[in-house]
């Protein structure tokens, strides 16, 4: 037990820059490191550590509103650099940024908390069209990565806790970025045999860095929480800037 203690390394702070690490090289190679496979493979790790930190947050914030109301307010700052870094518009209604589907996530699992406390099927049947509202609302407004975002913020809310906790974890991840997913693939070629491997695949190895978080939060100094906040928009721009105006 106390070898397997050991080995969870990474506290929050650290989880956290890493998933900001892995969205910076999928974002590098969408713009200006253009078919080097590898920075979109190794980014495709970041936004489940995203949905892994919004449950952790939800169970340590002091404050559920304004925790929800500070990601509100950063997914309509984001909302332009995200326009522009992806079509070069001011304006695109057809897809927004990852920050509302971190909000909404937040939203459907604060109504889960509700009802896994008190325990009644009100509460219950509420939780549950709560969840298909919002994961259809996320699907139909084309929020970044659909209703499979907020899916797999519940899952890791879910999970959460469980001594099997690991394996939950582990085959919701497949079934959402393997089983279920539709798009980008690449082919493998195991023992002959060629499968076409989803990219959005390599997500599922996000789950080696969130096993490795200890539980710390690490550093108290409350500038860098809005350094992790700022990060989004302002990376968004200047790839925007140097990739658009070269």
């Known amino acids: 037990m106390k070898k397997m203690t050991s080995l969870k390394c990474l506290n929050a702070n650290q989880l956290k820059f890493l998933a900001l690490f892995f969205m910076l090289l999928d974002h590098m190679w969408a713009t200006i490191i253009p078919g080097n496979q590898w920075l979109t493979n190794i980014g495709r790790m970041a936004f489940p550590i995203f949905a892994f930190k919004i449950v952790e947050g939800f169970y340590h914030t002091s404050n559920f509103k304004r925790y929800a109301q ?20 001011f304006i695109y209604p057809f897809h927004q ?34 969840l298909i509202a919002l994961s259809l609302l996320a699907t139909l407004t084309m929020v970044d990565y659909g209703g499979m975002g907020i899916l797999t913020i519940v899952a ?3 999970f ?11 085959v919701s991840l497949v079934c959402l970025n393997v089983v279920f997913f539709q798009g980008l693939s690449i082919p493998l070629t195991i023992f002959g045999w ?49 990739f658009y105006w070269r």
Not at 103 to 129: F, H
Not at 161 to 168: C, E
Request: net charge positive; proline share 4%; glycine share 8%.
């Open 70 to 89: 500070r990601l509100f307010l950063f997914a309509l700052i984001s909302e332009i650099p995200f326009n522009l870094f992806l079509t070069e518009s």
């Open 194 to 242: 060629t499968y076409d491997f989803p990219t959005q695949g390599f997500a599922v190895f996000s789950l080696i860095f969130i096993w490795l978080y200890n539980g710390q939060k690490g550093s108290r100094n409350p500038g860098l929480q809005w350094v992790a906040y700022w990060f989004y928009p302002i990376h968004l721009f200047i790839l925007y800037a140097l």
């Open 160 to 170: 959460r806790g469980f001594p099997g906790a690991w394996l939950g974890q582990l």
């Open 97 to 130: 940024n990852v920050m509302f589907t971190l909000l909404l996530g937040l939203l459907v699992i604060k109504v889960l908390d509700i009802a896994c406390r008190e325990k009644t099927w009100q509460r219950g049947l509420l939780a549950l069209v709560t």
């Open 156 to 158: 890791f809310y879910l």
